[in-house]
């Protein structure tokens, strides 16, 4: 696999920055066309609207979810006619994780690339950052002009993802590589530990999440970084079984706080998820589209029957059982060296969720 390492500048002000993306401009836009790349007319589409600038996505990371949503179910065909009503259909709604280490990470990102300090603004269900304060010449600066934050760094990346974003390795600062060039996979692992995706798995604000086209040597990086951050967990979990004052803050690793490997989680209402406990972001997703679905089969239901439905977006009570009705992924299991099923660790009892395997065993197909 081709690594191509291309410098330019990353952006904040303006945009929602999370725990695994943020906005990039490639200083030579021409390096583009020597990715692989299927989505080329949705990347190109992007990069148009942004005046240059995309959306990264980090490699091998997950960060906490912000502000996911599940997408819109289509009709079956029975009930086109019938479904005449449609302001009495469920929503799909948006949902996010208990967000302080989620906007720790958010926030670490940004001050390992050089944000000093990011002001966020909320409007609706939309977070952004106004303006945000960056050294220059020893002294702070605040800017609030998208793409006025010229923060120098480079990335190192091979395709574009479905959803037109360039998978990448982040770097901060610039490098005595010229632009453009092309690193084997031994090269890049050489210098992953500077990378901000090794970083925030370090430090236990991410999650690991890895599919077969990560290389397996820049895989075992990252494995030993989520290790280092478990270790930390672990003492760090001793502190808040033995001191009553360290409950009353967050501890800044989900690792200290994720039970669903250990214990098993309880899930009961979707509320669990997204006020109270923190879990792999894809576990997150695949748990808010279920409770979703859930609540569509209702209302078809409601339709078939010709009976009231009223949807009550306060009730967030859902069934575990029907988990993979939409779909059961194939994952590798490094420690197996084997193919399963996803269903297959993942045990559900009584509403009780427990992952059979370490996310940084799982390794997803696509």
């Known amino acids: 696999m081709k690594y191509l390492l291309i410098k330019g500048s990353m952006h904040v ?17 021409a390096l583009w066309d020597g990715l692989e790349n299927d989505n080329k007319e949705l990347f190109t589409e992007k990069l148009t609207k942004e005046n240059g600038a995309v959306q990264l996505r980090l490699e091998g990371i997950d960060a906490l979810e912000t502000h996911f949503g599940p997408m819109p ?3 079956p065909p029975d009930l086109k006619s019938k479904e005449k009503d449609k302001e009495k259909r469920p929503a799909p709604g948006h949902y996010k994780q208990p967000e302080e280490i989620g906007r720790i990470a958010a926030e670490a990102f940004m001050w390992l690339v050089g944000v000093k300090k990011p002001q966020w603004r909320k409007f609706g269900k939309t977070t952004w950052v106004a303006k945000a304060c960056f050294e220059k010449d020893g ?5 609030d002009e998208k793409q006025t934050d010229n923060i120098p760094a ?7 993802e479905k959803n037109g974003r360039p998978l990448a390795w982040v770097f901060p600062g610039d490098t ?32 690991p999440y890895f599919f077969m086209t990560l290389a397996g040597r820049l895989r075992d990086k990252l494995i030993e970084a989520v290790r280092r951050a478990q270790a930390d967990a672990h003492q760090k979990r001793q502190a808040l079984e033995n001191s009553a004052a360290e409950r009353t803050r967050k501890i800044p ?3 200290v706080y994720d039970r669903s490997v250990a214990d098993g989680i309880k899930i009961a209402d979707l509320k669990n998820i997204t006020d109270e406990m923190e879990i792999h972001p894809y576990l997150f997703r695949k748990i808010a589209k279920t409770w979703y679905s859930q609540r569509m089969q209702g209302y078809w239901n409601a339709l078939r029957e010709n009976s009231p439905y009223d949807f009550d977006e306060n009730d967030k009570s859902l069934r575990l059982a029907g988990l993979f009705e ?10 197996d060296q084997d193919f399963v099923k996803l269903s297959e660790i993942v045990q559900i009892k009584d509403n009780t969720l427990q992952l059979l ?6 390794v997803f197909l696509s």
């Open 253 to 255: 690793n989900l690792w």
């Open 13 to 29: 002000v303006g945009y929602s920055p999370d725990g695994d993306s943020m906005m990039f401009k490639a200083a030579n836009p």
């Open 326 to 335: 939409d779909g059961d992924p194939t994952v590798f299991i490094i420690s």
């Open 139 to 143: 002294q702070e600066v605040w800017l």
């Open 154 to 160: 480079y990335i190192v990346t091979s395709n574009i």
């Open 73 to 75: 179910l289509p009709t």
């Open 357 to 362: 395997r370490s996310p940084m065993d799982i």
């Open 176 to 207: 005595n590589d010229p632009d453009g060039s092309e690193l084997t996979k031994e090269m890049l692992a050489n210098r992953l530990e500077k990378s901000v995706n090794y970083q925030l798995l370090r430090y236990g604000l991410v999650y």
